[in-house]
């Protein structure tokens, strides 16, 4: 199964990247309960390359969890995103890396600015679900596709979520910059 | 937001600042410097590399990553 949407936001590019590198926590998404990065590196082009790992929490009964054969609480995902500030473009791809005797949920999503408007940007995302196993699969497609685009309209209000709260501290950064610069200075002679 | 790790969970908070100041206000900007974050990020990785083999979590690869990579070192 494939879902593909297209939204925008009226935001310009830097924006909804700063807010998406920043998704998690937030109220729309409350299964992501820990974000962790792997690994972080920018290539020769200036290009920021990162590798995270999402831990989800479902809150499945523990009946369920004994049906599906998991002893694990949390499900996991892996992250790889790719920023181009040059080209303004952010990819990001993720899939599970458990449950995945289940299913295979890989989900891709690229941000670009409006080709139109640079006050707005353009988010493409396509998911595919794939759910292993022959007689349940059709029914479950389906259901966990109406839930992947249920998911896909709450990212994008979580994004707008995110923005307003980063715009929050950037006023709040402001204000105390001065009382931070005896501590980056210190920290920037360590390197 | 937390960690895999919860006993990491100070040195995490400490990476994520330093990373998303960087980000938010030298990345877009084409900063040459690259990313300030190096030691802050080693300390946070091997942490994160022990909770993921501890907790058993499928990343293929792991012991091929961290610091001695050098991918992460700023460019100076």
């Excluded at chain 1, 029914?139 to 998911?151: D, G, K, R, V």
Aim: aromatic share 8%; hydrophobic share 35%; proline share 5%.
């Amino acid at each position: 199964t494939n879902i593909l949407s297209a939204s925008f936001y009226r935001h310009p590019w830097d924006t909804v990247i700063k807010a998406a590198m920043r998704k998690y926590p937030n109220p729309m998404n409350p299964c992501v309960v820990g974000v962790d990065v792997l690994d972080r590196s920018l290539d020769n082009q200036g290009r920021l390359h990162s590798h995270r790992l999402l831990s989800t929490e479902w809150g499945l009964p523990s009946i369920v969890k004994a049906i599906l054969g998991t002893s694990r609480t949390l499900t996991y995902i892996e992250e790889h995103s790719v920023v181009d500030p040059v080209e303004k473009k952010m990819e990001l791809c993720s899939t599970n890396i458990t449950l995945t005797n289940l299913v295979s949920v890989d989900e891709r999503l690229v941000y670009t600015p409006h080709p139109e408007n640079p006050e707005k940007t353009v988010l493409t995302q396509e998911a595919i679900i794939t759910v292993k196993g022959i007689s349940l699969s059709s029914y479950l497609e389906s259901l966990m596709a109406s839930t992947i685009s249920s998911n896909a309209r709450k990212g994008r209000d979580a994004l707008e979520w995110v923005i307003s709260k980063l715009n929050t501290e950037l006023e709040e950064l402001k204000s105390t910059r001065d009382g931070m610069k005896p501590a980056m200075a210190a920290a920037s002679t360590e390197k | 937001m937390n960690s895999v790790g919860e006993a990491f969970f100070e040195l995490k908070r400490e990476y994520d600042l330093c990373f998303n100041r960087w980000f938010a206000e030298k990345f877009f900007f084409g900063d040459s410097a690259g990313d300030p974050c190096g030691q802050l990020f080693k300390r946070y990785q091997l942490c994160v590399q022990k909770a993921i083999k501890e907790k058993d979590i499928p990343i293929e690869g792991l012991e091929f990553m961290g610091p001695s990579k050098g991918k992460t070192e700023n460019s100076s």
